[in-house]
């Protein structure tokens, strides 16, 4: 799904208008398509009641072609108003002749009791009143019936579904600032492509589960194709992950090496080597300080061992001559996990990254803090490497305060990709995934289970676990972000609970997220 502003959104259906899809075939494509996917998620269930909330732009219209469809099949259906159409509009014309009702409830106050009775009715509301150029706030009357609505259906003892039809009424679908009116949104349906503002905060609070239809877009449209931003499919991560032979052996999955750990951090190792494993990699390859080896080794038998020249429970810079030694074999390596930030290992840190074959790198956790403690630090470390900083670390590396970061997360994720030369993973609610030759993937997922000590770990032993059986890092960082935030998801799920859940439970989910 490609990731766009309002402003390349417009610019893709004007261009999809002249080429001969017109615009009355993409709101027939997008209604049906709506339709499609509420008779998909909703049409088992009973009664069939649906309530459009219709504004008077294309959202509207996209609502009042779903209606029609859905009443072919069986549903009830009403469309209210709440801004006027022209009374010659074929699309109410086809809702009325289906057997649908259309009530004008624009004159508010004055509409309150009928919006009241249709609220209670329905089992389903589909809101299609503001579309994807609004901009806030909303003008009056509108906002007072919005809140009106709200409030209503907040006081009903068994609440409606709420379907929005390509947004939420009152979202900003550039900034993802949310009217206070808004409703919020059990599913939101989008069309031809995601709405950036859709993916940021307070926006994607209202969104519900998010579902994409197509709109008939002519193939090979340059507008639409010149977008280098997409949001992460799980059909696209289907589609690289590696083939598993039956007459394979572990040499054809690789070798990942992963220098991780310290006296107070030895778990971050574990969880990172375990993760590397749990996604295919053949071989892993734990290089960890000589004090936590005991401690750790009973923890992932099947890994080879390096036990680091260390001091004071951390990785010594004289471990470099054992790490030279160590580098014929792997295909990919992760440092950072649990290293702590002890200047022996900042200077071990600097001499690992001096070194002419290194396999390709990811470079997680302290190994971010410590390379950046030195000074021009992005001219050391190998060119298109991949970074995985969580919007602290961000901070610490660029000195841009994090509500900033936050603010902009897709804007600052690729302007330091390209500065750097680098494949930067920036963490959090919706992660992004930049590429510095300009491709960039954004993941659609804010779970609270990822948000627990030892994720980011496991996250960086799935993308060096993939780069090692032979991905490219872009791809393996952005497939792996999925993969990890899809585990969240299942480890919350077997536990009933997202507080509950445990990073090496992350980990162990991992096997089911590939097998399904």
């Given at each position: 799904m490609k990731y766009v502003s309002v402003e390349e959104m417009i610019s893709i259906e004007k261009?999809?208008?002249?080429?001969?899809?017109?615009?009355?075939?993409?709101?027939?494509?997008?209604?049906?398509?709506?339709?499609?996917?509420?008779?998909?998620?909703?049409?088992?269930?009973?009664?069939?009641?649906?309530?459009?909330?219709?504004?008077?732009?294309?959202?509207?219209?996209?609502?009042?072609?779903?209606?029609?469809?859905?009443?072919?099949?069986?549903?009830?259906?009403?469309?209210?108003?709440?801004?006027?159409?022209?009374?010659?509009?074929?699309?109410?014309?086809?809702?009325?002749?289906?057997?649908?009702?259309?009530?004008?409830?624009?004159?508010?106050?004055?509409?309150?009791?009928?919006?009241?009775?249709?609220?209670?009715?329905?089992?389903?509301?589909?809101?299609g009143v503001l579309g994807t150029g609004i901009r806030l706030p909303i003008r009056e009357p509108l906002d007072d019936l919005l809140g009106f609505v709200k409030e209503e259906l907040d006081g009903l003892r068994k609440k409606p579904l709420i379907i929005a039809v390509d947004c939420p009424s009152g979202i900003d679908c550039d900034s993802g600032e949310a009217a206070q009116t808004c409703l919020?949104?059990?599913?939101?349906?989008?069309?031809?492509?995601?709405?950036?503002?859709?993916?940021?905060?307070?926006?994607?609070?209202?969104?519900?589960?998010?579902?994409?239809?197509?709109?008939?877009?002519?193939?090979?449209?340059?507008?639409?194709?010149?977008?280098?931003?997409?949001?992460?499919?799980?059909?696209?991560?289907?589609?690289?992950?590696?083939?598993?032979?039956?007459?394979?052996?572990?040499?054809?999955?690789?070798?990942?090496?992963?220098?991780?750990?310290?006296v107070n951090y030895p778990g971050a190792a574990i969880?990172?080597?375990?993760?590397?494993?749990?996604?295919?990699?053949?071989l892993v390859t734990m290089a960890v300080p000589k004090t936590i080896y005991s401690g750790v080794i009973g923890n992932i038998p099947e890994a080879t061992w390096i036990q680091l020249d260390d001091l004071d429970g951390a990785i010594?810079?004289?471990?470099i001559e054992q790490i030279k030694e160590a580098l014929e074999r792997p295909t990919a390596c992760l440092i950072g996990p649990g290293l702590g930030t002890n200047y022996c290992s900042r200077d071990f840190l600097k001499k690992v990254l001096r070194l002419k074959n290194l396999p390709p790198l990811v470079l997680d956790a302290d190994g971010l803090r410590l390379a950046a403690s030195t000074k021009d630090w992005p001219g050391t470390i190998p060119a298109k490497s991949v970074l995985t900083p969580h919007p602290g670390e961000m901070s610490y590396l660029t000195g841009i305060p994090v509500n900033e970061i936050q603010g902009d997360r897709v804007g600052?994720?690729?302007?330091?990709?390209?500065?750097?030369?680098?494949?930067?993973?920036?963490?959090?609610?919706?992660?992004?995934?930049?590429?510095?030759?300009?491709?960039?993937?954004?993941?659609?997922?804010?779970?609270?289970?990822?948000?627990?000590a030892g994720s980011g770990d496991v996250l960086a032993g799935i993308i060096t676990g993939l780069i090692a059986q032979g991905i490219s890092p872009f791809e393996a960082a952005a497939g792996g972000a999925w993969i990890h935030a899809r585990a969240g998801t299942i480890a919350a799920e077997q536990k009933a609970n997202a507080a509950a859940v445990l990073a090496g439970e992350i980990s162990d989910a991992i096997g089911q997220v590939v097998s399904d």
């Open positions: 261009a999809a208008n002249g080429a001969g899809h017109s615009y009355e075939a993409m709101m027939e494509a997008a209604g049906k398509g709506l339709a499609d996917v509420i008779q998909k998620e909703f049409g088992h269930l009973s009664p069939k009641m649906i309530t459009a909330l219709v504004g008077s732009g294309n959202n509207g219209g996209d609502a009042l072609v779903a209606l029609d469809y859905l009443l072919s099949r069986g549903w009830q259906a009403s469309a209210l108003l709440f801004r006027k159409r022209s009374p010659q509009d074929p699309l109410m014309e086809r809702v009325r002749n289906n057997g649908g009702t259309i009530l004008d409830c624009s004159e508010f106050p004055q509409s309150r009791e009928s919006v009241q009775q249709e609220l209670v009715k329905a089992n389903f509301i589909l809101d919020r949104a059990d599913l939101t349906v989008t069309m031809a492509a995601v709405k950036q503002g859709l993916l940021r905060f307070p926006a994607y609070d209202y969104v519900g589960k998010l579902q994409f239809v197509e709109i008939g877009l002519p193939d090979g449209l340059p507008e639409m194709g010149n977008i280098k931003r997409e949001v992460i499919e799980a059909e696209w991560v289907k589609q690289i992950l590696p083939e598993r032979p039956l007459n394979a052996h572990k040499g054809v999955f690789g070798t990942a090496l992963v220098i991780a750990g310290s969880l990172a080597g375990k993760s590397a494993y749990r996604i295919g990699a053949g010594s810079s004289s471990a600052v994720a690729e302007k330091y990709a390209q500065e750097w030369d680098q494949i930067l993973v920036l963490k959090g609610a919706n992660t992004v995934i930049a590429d510095p030759g300009g491709q960039t993937k954004i993941l659609e997922a804010a779970n609270p289970a990822l948000s627990t």
